[in-house]
């Protein structure tokens, strides 16, 4: 049997990814990556599908181009900050044999639990298992066969507003492509670049993007909490852009090239030539002045990513991972590990087989992550628009294998 394709859609604002995969025995072999100039996506949500699926096209071509696949359904990640984590719980009375946990029992908890009702305008994406309890005792994660008369179940719900899904896959399918499944694209870069150690210690993944910064937290190989800020490495260029007089394009290539989030690293008298547009003309700042501007943003990213930590309630963390594309920011690492207090990693995808190189950088962490969340899916599973809320991927593992 030849093996199974696999294609990651990452609709990111800055940017369209479309990574082509093939499943391996025990890893994915990346054949190829295609990329498109982001069009009808804002602040990571689909506002206009025609524009928007003009732009799939393109990274979907480019990619069938490089990877030699012809591509017809897709992984897609889910963006925004409409993507919400809510707590969900579910009581059932232990029936399994000898009044042992059985798979039925689990079932029945699970099903209890993501059939709570969600708002009119919302739908449920990922069901997520955090803890079992059995008669009130201590949590486990993984009940079966323990004995008790109750199991209670504490699980993560994670939600997304309809209409912005429902705008996704029309872009997807105005592409001519089918929707495999629909993933949360802060789930996506934490499958995309966690280690495996990670996943059992307490560790927050943190993708910042253009104009989005997702967040993931994990303890005891579960996830905890997932949110999405509306902020990024865009407003930062926004920033530089109105603190330099210049047009947006310079201020990116100045914020690339010489940015620093660290004041402490532009110290010197560094000078850098601004072009301006025509009525200012260039003119002369120094690298500190690039500082100045970028810190108070890069900061208040970091303060907001504190807060979310702290919403999320999860006991003390080991690490951060930073990923996305805007961690690349100079001095950006620094700013986090300052605020949080906490080792900080900056991640890219590992261990993938084939043009893993394709994917080596952290603005590609949600698509390795996609194509990561294809090859574990059960291939039974309907091929477009049945978004499924069961727990899938890496992240759950100890859930996956055993039902
Ligand atoms: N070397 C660098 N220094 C500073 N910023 C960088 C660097 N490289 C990329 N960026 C920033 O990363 C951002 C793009 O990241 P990424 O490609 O992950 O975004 P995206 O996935 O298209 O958007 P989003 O996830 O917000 O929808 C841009 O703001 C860009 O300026
Ligand atoms: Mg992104």
Not at 61 to 68: Q, Y
């Amino acid at each position: 049997m030849s093996p199974r394709h696999l294609v990651g859609l990452d609709l990111g604002s800055q940017t369209v990814r479309c990574a082509v995969g093939e499943a391996a025995p025990d890893r994915v072999r990346v054949l190829g990556l295609g990329e498109a100039p982001a069009a009808g996506v804002a602040r990571g949500v689909v506002v206009d599908p025609a524009k928007a699926s003009e732009a799939i096209t393109q990274a979907v071509e480019a990619a069938e181009r490089v990877s030699g696949v012809e591509i017809d359904q897709v992984v897609v990640g889910l963006g925004g900050a409409h993507v919400l984590c809510e707590t969900r719980t579910a009581q059932v009375r232990i029936l399994g044999r000898d009044g042992r946990v059985g798979p039925g029992d689990v079932h029945r908890a699970l099903d209890q639990a993501r059939g709570a009702p969600t708002a009119a305008d919302r739908e449920a994406l990922h069901l997520i298992p955090r803890a079992y309890t059995l008669d009130g005792a201590a949590p486990v994660a993984d009940p079966l066969g323990r004995t008790g008369l109750r199991l209670d179940l504490d699980a993560r719900l994670v939600t997304a507003a309809t209409r912005s899904t429902s705008a996704l896959v029309d872009a997807v399918h105005a592409a001519g492509l089918a929707v495999e499944d629909v993933v949360a694209l802060g789930l996506a870069s934490a499958e995309g670049v966690l280690r495996d150690v990670e996943l059992e210690r307490g560790v927050a993944v943190i993708d910042c993007g253009a104009t989005t910064t997702t967040v993931v937290v994990l303890a005891s190989g579960a996830v905890v909490h997932t949110a999405a800020l509306p902020v990024g490495g865009l407003h930062v260029t926004q920033d530089l852009a109105v603190g330099l007089r210049c047009e947006r394009d310079e201020a990116e290539q100045l914020k690339c090239r010489y940015g620093t989030a660290d004041p402490l690293a532009a110290a010197g008298n560094e000078l850098v030539t601004v072009a301006g547009p025509g009525v200012i003309g260039p003119h002369e700042v120094a690298r500190r002045e690039l500082a100045a501007i970028i810190e108070p943003r890069a900061r208040e990213i970091a303060r907001l990513v504190a807060a979310e930590l702290e919403r999320a309630d999860a006991g003390p963390l080991a690490r951060i991972v930073l990923t996305g594309g805007a961690c690349c920011l100079a001095g950006f690492p620094m700013v986090v590990h300052r605020l949080l207090e906490l080792p900080v990693r900056v991640a890219l995808p590992e261990g993938l087989g084939g043009l893993e190189a394709q994917l080596g950088q952290p603005r590609h962490a949600a698509v390795a992550g996609l194509l990561r969340w294809g090859s574990r899916q059960d291939l039974r599973r309907a091929r477009h628009n049945r978004r499924s809320a069961r727990p899938t991927g890496r992240l759950n593992r100890w859930f996956h294998d055993r039902f």
